[in-house]
């Protein structure tokens, strides 16, 4: 199975982060699958969350799939 196929499938249960697809499917370029996913039509939210410190902030991207039914809520509101 291919590391797109892998992540897709992960989103569709989970969020994402970058270690963790390093960690389950050993993809570095975990933007670049994202990105090619998006590119075929796949609705990727992008939420960035800090695991620094207030001092030294490091931001990690946290991706989401947004399903059919979500996005449909969200143009009803």
């Given at each position: 199975m291919s590391q797109k196929l892998q992540v897709?499938?992960?989103l569709k249960k989970a969020t994402l982060t970058p270690l963790v697809a390093l960690r389950n499917y050993g993809t570095f370029r975990l933007a670049a699958i994202i990105f090619n996913l998006?590119?075929?039509?796949?609705?990727?939210?992008?939420?960035t969350t800090n695991v620094g410190t207030k001092k030294k902030p490091k931001y990690v991207a946290n991706y989401k799939l947004i399903t059919a039914e979500q996005n449909n809520k969200q143009n009803d509101i």
């Open positions: 897709l499938n992960h998006r590119d075929e039509g796949y609705i990727i939210e992008t939420n």
